[in-house]
Structure formats: C-alpha cells, structure tokens
C-alpha cells in the first residue's frame, strides 16, 4: 500500500517559515488525495490542510489559511506544506495522511498515515 514520510520539521522562532515533505512510497493511485494534520499535546488531532491528486482543490483551516501552503508533484511523489508566519500556538506533530477521491478535512476518512514530525515554534 501506499507509505508516507514526513519530514522538515524542527525548531523556529515565532514568526519563522518551514517547509514540510510528505514522500510516498509503494504504489501511488490516480485520485490520490493527501492532506495535512497536527496534534499538539494533550489535545485533539486537528485537520490543516488538503490538496487533491491535480492540485486544483485545497482546504485550509481557518487556523492557517493565508499562512500556510500546500503543493504537491506527482512526478515526485511528493506533498509539501510551506508554513511562514509560524506561532507558538502551531507547535505539534505534523502528520501528512492519504486518501482516495475527494478532499476532506475528517481524519476518519484518510487510510494511510506518516509517522509524524515535530514542530516547535518559539516566542
């Protein structure tokens, strides 16, 4: 089935940028939509972002919308999230998650998880 990995993470000052990858390996299906996740400590996963297969539809939380960024390329099998203007409050794992057909912000819906990445945004 289809693996991810995250990676990018690390420690930034408020107001800093990173860039997150999310690489897919194993057999990657037309239709293939993957989105963004985070999970900071002692509360719920919560939904970041999506990207559908072509690219042409994404969602944001409210939380990042005008902040963060997701692209992806196919031809590399690979998802990103561009994070600028980073605050405390974004501190969490990051997972990157895949599912088949239309882009949604449920975990619920999405069959295929990365191990996760932290990031850490100081004051």
């Known amino acids: 089935q289809v693996q991810l990995v995250e990676s990018g993470g690390g420690l930034v000052q408020a107001g800093g940028s990173l860039r997150l990858s999310c690489a897919a390996s194993?057999?990657?299906?037309?239709?293939?939509?993957t989105g963004w996740f985070r999970q900071a400590p002692g509360k719920e996963r919560e939904f970041v972002a999506v990207?559908?297969?072509?690219?042409?539809?994404?969602l944001y939380a409210d939380s990042v919308k005008g902040r963060f960024t997701i692209s992806r390329d196919n031809a590399k099998n690979t998802v990103y999230l561009q994070m600028n203007s980073l605050k405390p409050e974004d501190t969490a794992v990051y997972y990157c998650?895949?599912?088949?057909?239309?882009?949604?912000?449920?975990?619920?819906?999405?069959?295929?998880w990365g191990q996760g990445t932290q990031v850490t945004v100081s004051s």
């Open positions: 998650a895949a599912k088949l057909g239309v882009v949604s912000g449920l975990s619920k819906d999405f069959a295929s």
């Open positions: 194993g057999r990657t299906f037309i239709g293939l939509a």
């Open positions: 990207i559908s297969w072509s690219g042409g539809s994404t």
